[in-house]
């Protein structure tokens, strides 16, 4: 692989003025190298796929899982479950590359590796040398520990965010799930490797950037946007608000049931679905807003996909007040299904939707004024978001999923 032998030795530190935004989204299917040969369109890869948080009805299996099902190669996986995300990145390269040696024992040497960023790939590959020698990796950057938000006691471990960027420096290709991703692991990395106490990486920067595009998540909306709505409004309810995001401090469920309290004591109708995943063992904000509003709410809890569909069908308004999003699975999905999007005018989020409506589904500030308007005149909020529910077909993975396989393709071929 042409790029390490150019990372073998430790340089003088150069200067780096690069700043969130300086970089765009680079063309995954350019194969991260110059004079790149050009990929056969025709040939078939055997992609081994590992993504060591693994489990039903989550982020990381739905794309996982896509891939399989959509790419026209030939996609073998290697899981783990999906708890002890900690754990898995400490640690889980051992009991990863043991599968990967059965894996590759009965299906074959891969093509090419593509590899979930859990897994520290710098180990991974040190302990599958004698298996994967010689075998390209894509590291696919779902987060990054660089910049994610902080629990809330404000505690950070650097462990994580250098497992990031070790596997960043080892992998051939880096793909982020949006160019938020993409710009904010570009704004992070200098002053992060900046911070070592000797011998700083900062000279190995720019090589790694080199090697950063933008490849979007597919998400299964086909269905979803043809499928008949069974509205909540329409059958003579208040309008039904829904979140069903992550339980966590990061969604910051406190905003919105800040917001959602005000409306109830106003007079405002509205009921309440809490579908997401409680991933919390204290979650106060939700017990307390059950308490708060009572009846209105009408669902508290994760759902199976049947019922989650359901759900989605039914809502008239999909809220979300996130500090940390690097994609919106959850947004493009409730969007996709028919309800109307108020989503904040910043992170990944305008770029899940088209501009023409941005002025409709994005608000700045004030949440309470743009969510009240939309909850008292519905009908109204549904007319300025006309034909954003098919525009969601663009992040469907019919729409997306050649962007993986020429990638694939191309990194193969210019290794």
Known sequence: ???????ASLLPAPAIDLKAGDLKAGDPEAGGGD???EPDPARVLHVLLVEPTYGPGGSHAAWADGIVRHSRHRVSLVTHPERFWR??????AVTLAAQIEAVVATAG???VLLVSDMVDVAALLGLTRSTLAGVPVVLYLHENQLVHVASRDGATDELYATINWTSMAAADAIWCNSQ???DSVCAALPPFLARAPDLPHTAFVDDVFTR???VPLGVEVAALVAASRRSSFDAGRPPLVLWNQRWDHDK????LFRVLKALARDGVPFELALAGVNTRHDPQEFDDIRASLGERVVQAGALDRAAYVELLLRADVHVSTARHEYFGIASVEAIAAGAVPLLPHRLSYPELVPPAFHDAALYPSKLYDHLAAVLTDLPAARVRIDGLREAMLRHDWAAVIGSYDRGLAAVVAAS
């Open 109 to 111: 040497r891969p093509d």
């Open 35 to 37: 004079g790149a040969v």
């Open 1 to 7: 692989m042409r790029h390490r032998a150019a990372r």
């Open 180 to 182: 938020f991703h993409l």
């Open 87 to 92: 754990w898995r990145m400490r640690g889980g």
């Open 252 to 255: 910051d469920p406190t905003a």
């Open 212 to 214: 950063l595009a933008v």
